[in-house]
């Protein structure tokens, strides 16, 4: 089976850098993917790591290392806006189709 | 372009009803998900399908049917609502398979049955 945890919330003041962490263990892994959800709203994609390292966009980074089954997003100079919940989701290497999601993170920031 | 939409966006649904909840999506994509998410957890795979007139189990998809007479579309269906149904559902599609991993989702479907 599959399983992913994250904290639960996560606190940070506007401007500050935070990480989001990651940890999975699964019965067979093809990459880790982020999602961001605001109140009410849809996840919308953020990046993938099928490879260890880290991947940048912008102000967000993602960062894998299958050897450790961890990964973590960054996210740096903190807006108001990126108050939202953040989620990992592994694809199932047996079933390119699946994917499961961790429970989420609540990134809250303030002023 | 719309991208994913569903219909409706809210539902109230006593014990034993039925109801069909409607995804559409006009980015030509080849796979499309059903999501559920309930409060203060992710999301979790109900059905899924890989191409028009193909369907496929999920991790929970006891108590739901789909179809996918066209591509565009992707339909989930309750045949007899039970309380434990109450979530938040949430259509999704992605490309085919060279970048699977980008999923775009809809707004979500608020279903509660009482």
């Known amino acids: 089976g599959q399983s992913l945890e994250q904290p639960s919330e996560v606190t940070a003041v506007e401007g500050a850098i935070v990480q989001i962490n990651c940890t999975y263990q699964?019965?067979?892994?093809?990459?880790l993917s982020w999602y961001q959800q605001h109140d009410g709203g849809a996840p919308t994609f953020l990046s993938y790591n099928a490879l260890d390292g880290l991947e940048e966009t912008g102000r967000f980074s993602s960062f894998l290392s299958r050897s450790d089954s961890y990964g973590y997003l960054l996210l740096q100079e903190l807006q108001m806006k990126d108050s939202a919940s953040y989620f990992c989701?592994?694809?199932?290497?047996?079933?390119?189709?699946?994917?499961?999601f961790g429970s989420g993170t609540k990134l809250n920031v303030k002023p | 372009n719309a991208g994913v939409t569903q219909t409706p966006k809210f539902r109230v649904l006593k014990t034993g009803q039925s109801m069909t909840l409607l995804c559409a999506q006009d980015m030509n994509h080849e796979y499309m998900y059903w999501y559920r998410q309930d409060p203060g957890m992710g999301l979790r795979l109900i059905h899924y399908s890989v191409g028009e007139g193909t369907t496929a189990k999920g991790e929970v998809p006891d108590g739901y049917n789909v179809s996918r007479l066209k591509k565009q579309n992707f339909l989930l269906g309750l045949e007899s609502a039970a309380p434990s149904q109450t979530s938040v559902y949430f259509c999704?599609?992605?490309?085919?398979?060279?970048?699977?991993?980008?999923?775009?989702f809809g707004p979500g479907t608020r279903l509660t049955v009482l």
């Open positions: 999704a599609s992605s490309l085919s398979q060279g970048s699977i991993y980008t999923q775009y």
């Open positions: 699964t019965s067979g892994f093809y990459g």
């Open positions: 989701a592994v694809r199932d290497s047996g079933n390119f189709n699946k994917f499961y």
